[in-house]
């Protein structure tokens, strides 16, 4: 069982910069490919991002392809998404996720078997 938190969001202006981190507490936390969703009001969710289980392979939707960067630290448990050149189309609820079978690459909608609550991104025009 793993549980997921993440922090970071806000409010940000047209062209800026957030850093999401996502903590996971529970058992085996390098033996799950993690992965980055978001969903806005009305709309589906969408995967954006993942990363492999050693933190090598990373995979981007072609929305964010460019501006967005995910890290892991697999000592501290933590998951990083960096996001640069944001829009207003960026705004949503992001949240990680977290899955055991399965790649990162060309998988980044796959589904999971854990995620977090999520953290609001709002871009202001």
């Known amino acids: 069982q793993l549980q997921l938190v993440e922090s970071g969001g806000g409010l940000v202006q047209s062209g800026g910069s957030l850093r999401l981190s996502c903590v996971v507490s529970g058992f085996g936390f390098g033996d799950y490919v993690v992965g980055w969703f978001r969903q806005a009001p009305g709309k589906e969710r969408e995967g954006v991002a993942c990363i492999s289980r050693q933190g090598l392979t990373t995979d981007y939707a072609d929305s964010v392809k460019g501006r967005f960067t995910t890290s892991r630290d697999n000592y501290e448990n933590t998951v990083y998404l960096e996001m640069e050149s944001l829009k207003p189309d960026d705004t949503a609820n992001y949240y990680c996720?977290?899955?055991?079978?399965?790649?990162?690459?060309?998988?980044?909608?796959?589904?999971?078997?854990?995620r977090g609550q999520g953290t609001q991104v709002t871009v202001s025009s």
């Open positions: 996720t977290a899955r055991k079978r399965g790649f990162c690459s060309g998988n980044v909608s796959a589904d999971y078997d854990y």
